[in-house]
């Protein structure tokens, strides 16, 4: 059956359309080398810089703290590491979540391979951070940065980001601020030391991250130096791509009261119907103080992997647990660390443009095809 509705959009956004029309222009004008002086590099160059002045705008940063990198990942990686570097003489303490994007972890894991240490503060059963276990731990002797995400990439659960800046504004601790699920559709918070995002969550191409440091935060890359992107990003930039995320990003805030509280409204008849018709299920994450477009809900006795099968056979692109880790077919870490049900695990994302008739048909479908994987089960 050919696609019915696209519903995961934190994975990926479709692109916008006009970051398509940028990616098109500025694949022809901007092209050469920006970092050399001839008229095209000129005009790459400048391309390159109006597109880094909009980004920084538009999160709310200046732009000679704005990098482009290429990708949300690598973002994270060099502002955890960065900013750890930069901070050596401070300490060698990392504070985090239980339930961050596998990036901050991981490079958290690197962090206490070179002999630093990682302290990760649990979530309540909905997946937020408790804000004043956040800040004891922030206020730990020693701690050189403290990470926490707006929004989880799984269920969507808004983390207390301006409580948890106050503390590290206390503390004297730097805050890197993974935007990556709420960049383009709700305001960046305040309070962030180092922000990161990723350009195609907000319907921009892929391949196109951002790193934005804050004047006054001691930032050291920990890879071989480069001229690049403020020393911050190896390797030579893509300019067109850089162009398009702007525009992106751009088009998406300009739509995003309107298109956000659309969705939201789509995402809470998904919250409150599949319970209704689906039996045995839980709904996982914060029923209000969510991202607007991400919900998440478990189904006992149903193997996720053959539900997501049977959607993609009906004509629905969902996914299950994480994006980053599905692959493994290990438990999500997110889910285990909420304490919730892990197997049976279907995230619905809803990308721009998502139509109520979708929902309509999505919400039709779901409980004849969980009936059947639970019968073929033995367990209907």
């Not at 995320?245 to 995402?267: G, M």
Request: glycine share 8%.
């Amino acid at each position: 059956m050919s696609l019915v509705a696209y519903f995961d959009a934190a994975s990926t956004e479709p692109l916008h359309p006009q970051a398509r029309e940028a990616l098109l222009a500025a694949v022809d004008a901007g092209w050469a080398d920006p970092a050399r002086l001839y008229g095209a590099a000129r005009r790459a160059h400048l391309l390159l810089e109006q597109a880094r002045t909009e980004v920084a705008e538009l999160l709310g940063a200046r732009p000679d703290e704005v990098s482009f990198t290429s990708s949300g990942t690598q973002a994270v990686h060099l502002g955890v590491l960065g900013t750890l570097h930069g901070r050596r003489r401070a300490g060698s303490h990392m504070v985090t979540s239980a339930v961050e994007h596998s990036s901050v972890l991981h490079a958290g894991e690197v962090h206490e391979r070179a002999g630093g240490t990682v302290e990760t503060v649990g979530v309540s059963l909905t997946g937020r951070v408790d804000a004043g276990a956040f800040a004891a731990a922030v206020a730990r002797p020693g701690t050189a940065l403290a990470c926490l995400q707006t929004a989880n990439h799984e269920v969507g659960t808004l983390q207390p980001v301006a409580e948890a800046a106050e503390a590290c504004r206390e503390h004297g601790v730097p805050l890197l601020v993974d935007a990556a699920q709420t960049a383009g559709r709700l305001p960046v918070p305040q309070g962030w030391s180092v922000l990161t995002a990723s350009a195609h969550k907000w319907g921009g191409p892929a391949g196109v991250g951002v790193l934005a440091v804050r004047k006054g935060t001691r930032f050291r890359s920990h890879l071989p130096d480069d001229e690049r992107e403020r020393r911050r990003v190896p390797g030579f930039e893509n300019v067109p791509a850089a162009v398009a995320a702007a525009a992106a990003l751009r088009a998406s805030l300009a739509e995003a009261e309107r298109e956000q509280a659309r969705l939201s409204a789509l995402v809470d008849r998904i919250r409150e119907t599949v319970p209704k018709v689906v039996p045995d299920v839980e709904v996982i994450g914060e029923p209000v103080e969510r991202a607007p477009h991400i919900v998440t809900f478990s189904c006992l006795y149903v193997d996720g992997e053959a539900l997501l099968t049977e959607l993609d056979k009906a004509g629905f692109a969902v996914s299950s647990g994480s994006s980053c880790t599905a692959s493994t077919l290990r438990p999500s870490h997110v889910l285990e660390a909420m304490g919730v049900l892990t197997h049976g695990n279907v995230r619905v994302s809803l990308p721009r443009g998502t139509s109520a008739a979708e929902v309509d048909e999505f919400l039709a479908v779901l409980p004849e095809l969980v009936r059947r994987i639970r019968q073929d089960a033995g367990v209907a």
